[in-house]
Antibody
Framework: EVQLLESGGGLVQPGGSLRLSCAASGFIFTSYGMSWVRQAPGKGLEWVSAISGDGIRTYYADSVKGRFTISRDNSKNTLYLQMNSLRAEDTAVYYC????????????WGQGTLVTVSS | DIQMTQSPSSLSASVGDRVTITCRASQGISNYLAWYQQKPGKVPKLLIYAASTLQSGVPSRFSGSGSGTDFTLTISSLQPEDVATYYCQKYDNAPLTFGGGTKVEI
């Protein structure tokens, strides 16, 4: 059974940093691209970042480029999102999501971790 | 970047009604389109990928069509459990943009 378990969310001041983790199990982690998707309170889904299965290729939304870094440790089956220079508008539930067999659609999602950026 | 526009943003229909949601890409994306359902307080769920391929376990009343720039999600006979917000997502190239969502009520 595929499981994705996010952690690392919390309250942080504007300008601060946070690192999110997503522990994956139930599938061959290195074989799949992974992504982070966020959802601000009462708002829609926003794609944040993606990484290839081998970790070589990374992609970012313009809204986070230069501030967020996606990475993965395939030896630990874990996905990360390092978030720096956080802003109030980064407040959201952050989901990790597993790409499908034939494309970057998401057939499995974690339960999400809430990040609140506030003074 | 390619923009994804969904319409309508919300709709209200009756049980048994046929419901159609539209997603339009600002440039052609072939069939690299997925649809998700998100019920209140829940995690998004994949319904359809490759514009028209039904994800395993999804009821057959859901269907998708389209290619290029215009796509539709159809619920052939709306059920009470279909109350949710529906999102389209392009996945041809980054950024893997979501549409703004369509809230379906009964």
């Amino acid at each position: 059974e595929v499981q994705l378990l996010e952690s690392g969310g919390g309250l942080v001041q504007p300008g601060g940093s946070l690192r999110l983790s997503c522990a994956a199990s139930g599938f061959i982690f290195t074989s799949y691209g992974m992504s982070w998707v966020r959802q601000a309170p009462g708002k829609g889904l926003e794609w944040v970042s993606a990484i290839s299965g081998d970790g070589i290729r990374t992609y970012y939304a313009d809204s986070v480029k230069g501030r967020f870094t996606i990475s993965r440790d395939n030896s630990k089956n874990t996905l990360y999102l390092q978030m720096n220079s956080l802003r109030a508008e980064d407040t959201a539930v952050y989901y990790c999501a597993k790409a499908g067999d034939s494309g970057s659609w998401y057939n499995y999602w974690g339960q999400g971790t809430l990040v609140t950026v506030s003074s | 970047d390619i923009q994804m526009t969904q319409s309508p943003s919300s709709l209200s229909a009756s049980v048994g009604d046929r419901v159609t949601i539209t997603c339009r890409a600002s440039q052609g994306i072939s069939n690299y389109l997925a649809w998700y359902q998100q019920k209140p307080g829940k995690v998004p769920k994949l319904l359809i990928y490759a514009a028209s391929t039904l994800q395993s376990g999804v009821p057959s009343r859901f269907s998708g069509s389209g290619s290029g720039t215009d796509f539709t999600l159809t619920i052939s006979s709306l059920q009470p459990e279909d109350v949710a917000t529906y999102y389209c997502q392009k996945y041809d190239n980054a950024p893997l943009t979501f549409g703004g969502g369509t809230k379906v009520e009964i």
